[in-house]
T-cell receptor, first 117, second 113 residues
Framework: DTGVSQDPRHKITKRGQNVTFRCDPI?????LYWYRQTLGQGPEFLTY????????KSRLLSDRFSAERPKGSFSTLEIQRTEQGDSAMYLC???????????????FGEGSRLTVL | SQQGEEDPQALSIQEGENATMNCSYK?????LQWYRQNSGRGLVHLIL?????REKHSGRLRVTLDTSKKSSSLLITASRAADTASYFC?????????????FGQGTELSVKP
């Protein structure tokens, strides 16, 4: 257990429905990341936060995707009007970025698996 | 887009043998990290090597970095069945250090008892 928790672990939904995933990072970590992973592939970067500020967003993240991190604590990733191509594992990670050189290992949650029928 | 390319894509060995996985990347980096993922689980950090380092050890793991060739290798010595997992390299190439990591496609390692 890395200390990063994600909820729900599994979500099955019908095409066109909205879904929301929650991530609770390690409390003292200042960075929070969202990745998406499909079977047999490496994680693809979606977005990341420094405290409550969203610093970067991938072009993979269409207008149907939105992420928030209110008050710099937990984060939510919402997908509106889901499509079958959204089926994937959504991974959250947090890190404590070093003030010395800005490098930090990522601590991942177990992921939220989305299946869109 | 994927920055790192792992080689081989799959590797099958006997317990006790060494496993070597390679990673190549395209742009200059701040650091390179290796992660492990058991099937259906999240990723676990193994080791981080900075751009000014050439080699690093952690237990049975040895990582090398050659920035002139833009490549890294992960060696697992005396492998065990429990090492069976997918292994990913990830690069931090951000302008502001500590930004996103870009992951490769991974090497699927199978260690047979």
């Amino acid at each position: 257990d890395t200390g990063v928790s994600q909820d729900p672990r599994h979500k099955i939904t019908k095409r066109g429905q909205n879904v929301t995933f929650r991530c609770d990072p390690i409390s003292e970590h200042n960075r929070l990341y969202w990745y998406r992973q499909t079977l047999g592939q490496g994680p693809e970067f979606l977005t990341y936060f420094q405290n409550e500020a969203q610093l970067e967003k991938s072009r993979l993240l269409s207008d149907r995707f939105s992420a928030e991190r209110p008050k710099g604590s937990f984060s939510t990733l919402e997908i509106q009007r889901t499509e079958q191509g959204d089926s994937a594992m959504y991974l959250c990670a947090s890190s404590l970025v070093s003030l010395r050189d800005g490098t930090g290992e990522l601590f991942f949650g177990e992921g939220s698996r989305l299946t869109v029928l | 887009s994927q920055q790192g390319e792992e080689d081989p894509q799959a590797l099958s060995i006997q317990e006790g043998e060494n496993a070597t996985m390679n990673c190549s990347y395209k742009t200059s980096i701040n650091n390179l990290q290796w992660y492990r993922q058991n099937s259906g689980r999240g990723l676990v950090h193994l080791i981080l090597i900075r751009s000014n380092e050439r080699e690093k050890h952690s237990g049975r793991l040895r990582v090398t970095l050659d920035t002139s060739k833009k490549s890294s290798s992960l060696l697992i010595t005396a492998s065990r069945a429990a090492d069976t997992a997918s292994y990913f390299c990830a690069t931090d190439a951000s302008q502001n250090q500590g930004g996103k990591l870009i992951f490769g496609q991974g090497t699927e390692l199978s260690v047979k008892p």
